[in-house]
């Protein structure tokens, strides 16, 4: 697995804060990763950080790679992390939450490069995100969770226009809507699940307003609801997949 980590599946995790290590400089930190799947040392391995910093639209690459973390603003920070991820041109990048701990503009810009690295370089990016912004704007496909299992899955389209699982329609109910002035916000009764303590049945079933008898006693399989979307809820037909 350490061949294959960080040189064919690479990860951005959320605080690059705490991620990136505060004693080392940036350039040591981009050419470990370069040192240890691809061999590169001296001249050419400087070379590769630089291109790798400058690909993640980090100025004066040069002179930053000099420097500390603590150099460096949030949404920098950010980008090195990514930089560092992406130095050995992984086919798969998962980025948990990247954006969490940046304000709204930085984490903008961050996710259109994103895009554009991803478009340029032929990845493919498993984003984790709580956002359903972030996934209407950035997602081709979307799986949605819960209590550690994929309880939904489609085109991003088909799952914000026709929700087959409760979940789903109930997070997607969550959204606060703008244009409605003093409407209270919705929530989702309940308690997520002790994950040590699951029952055979659906996980969702204490929190759930459409539950059956079965629903308690057998872990509900995935249904296909459309061509290419699919849900794992006993109640879940193409005939009830609501329009958002
Ligand atoms: S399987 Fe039953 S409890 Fe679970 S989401 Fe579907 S209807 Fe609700």
């Not at 004693?23 to 050419?31: C, N, P, R, S």
Request: hydrophobic share 45%; proline share 8%; net charge positive.
């Amino acid at each position: 697995m350490r061949r294959v980590r960080g040189k064919q599946i690479a990860m951005v995790l959320q605080d690059p804060m705490t991620s990136l290590n505060p004693a080392l400089t940036i350039g040591t930190q981009v050419g470990e990763v370069l040192t240890l799947h691809q061999g590169l040392h001296g001249r050419r391995l400087r070379d590769r950080v630089l291109d790798a910093l400058a690909r993640l639209r980090i100025g004066a690459p040069a002179t930053r790679l000099g420097q500390y973390p603590h150099q460096f603003s949030g949404g920098m920070r950010q980008r090195v992390s990514s930089a560092i991820a992406l130095a050995c041109a992984p086919r798969v990048l998962i980025a948990d939450e990247p954006t969490t701990s940046l304000d709204v503009t930085i984490q903008a810009q961050y996710l259109d490069l994103l895009k554009e690295v991803q478009r340029s370089a032929g990845l493919a990016i498993i984003l984790v995100t709580h956002d359903f912004g972030i996934v209407a704007a950035n997602a081709d496909r979307v799986a949605v969770m819960y209590a550690g299992k994929i309880v939904e899955m489609g085109t991003t389209l088909q799952v914000f226009n026709h929700p087959a699982h409760p979940y789903t329609r109930a997070l997607l109910k969550c959204l606060p809507d703008v244009g409605l002035k003093r409407a209270e916000l919705v929530e989702i009764g309940g308690q997520p699940p002790d994950l040590a303590r699951l029952g055979p049945g659906c996980p969702f079933a204490p929190r759930c307003p459409e539950r059956q008898p079965v629903c308690d006693e057998t872990f509900p399989p995935a249904i296909a609801v459309e061509d290419g979307h699919v849900a794992s809820c006993w109640v879940a037909t193409a005939a009830n997949a609501s329009p958002a």
